[in-house]
């Protein structure tokens, strides 16, 4: 009876074969997180954050295996915030990689910290991420987007109409390019910034008074200072008189 049954079953509708997709592996504690990078064959760089105890604060590590050369080495810092991303780049076209990693902190605001290295033969160089300026600061209120785009690091978050908790989005952006020379990051702004080239509507000039309007008011004042040489002519003889 089972026989027959699987045999028509067979007959009327064919067995579909679903496919699962193999789950992440999750991070273990007290890591957070985790992704693999690889540069090229046999060079690999594993970025990872852990801690115990706190959500907003940790430390950072990255391991580099260089397969090919049987070299493992280990580069950490303190974490300001969690890794949102992280990325690969040669920004300097000098075929040494570096590695970027993403926080996003937590205040007011969800600002962004940029953790940077370079790997050459010698170890990994640690570069300073500029911050924005005071311009470029204008109306920040976090958020940031970061990505690669030909080599380069792509920055863009959007601009408030202000830095407090009531400030409102303005639906503009403000993004940047960043390269790197000579170790030091150079910046390039994109957009347009509408809050540094705000446009003042001009008050008019005043008109120029024309040549009638000039013989006019000349004719009034002689007018005025014969009337007053009179009065005082006038005043004189009253006095005499007396």
């Not at 470029?136 to 908790?165: C, S, V």
Request: net charge positive.
């Amino acid at each position: 009876m089972a026989t027959v049954l699987i045999a028509s079953c067979s007959d009327d509708k064919k067995p579909v074969s679903t496919a699962v997709a193999p789950k992440k592996p999750a991070v273990m504690d007290p890591f957070r997180y985790h992704k693999r990078i690889e540069v090229s064959p046999g060079q690999d760089y594993d970025v990872l954050s852990w801690g115990r105890g706190s959500k907003i604060a940790g430390a950072f590590e990255i391991l580099h295996s260089d397969s090919s050369a049987v070299k493992y080495t280990t580069t950490t810092g303190d974490l300001d915030g969690a890794i949102i991303d992280s990325y690969n780049s040669d920004m300097d076209l000098d075929g040494n990689p570096e590695i970027l990693i993403q926080a996003r902190g937590r205040d007011t605001i969800n600002y962004a910290n940029i953790y940077a290295f370079e790997f050459t033969n010698s170890g990994a160089h640690k570069l300073d991420f500029p911050k924005l300026t005071k311009t470029q600061r204008a109306g920040y209120r976090g958020d940031d987007n970061f990505y690669i785009k030909e080599g380069k690091l792509m920055r863009e978050f959007p601009i408030y109409d202000g830095n407090t908790k009531e400030a409102k989005a303005t639906g503009a952006k403000r993004q940047f390019e960043y390269g790197l020379r000579n170790n030091e990051f150079t910046v390039k702004q994109l957009s347009k910034d509408s809050t540094a080239n705000k446009s003042t509507s001009a008050s008019p000039a005043p008109a120029k008074a024309s040549n009638s309007d000039k013989k006019e008011k000349i004719s009034k004042k002689s007018k005025s200072r014969t009337e007053e040489h009179h009065k005082k002519k006038k005043k004189r003889r009253h006095r005499s008189e007396e």
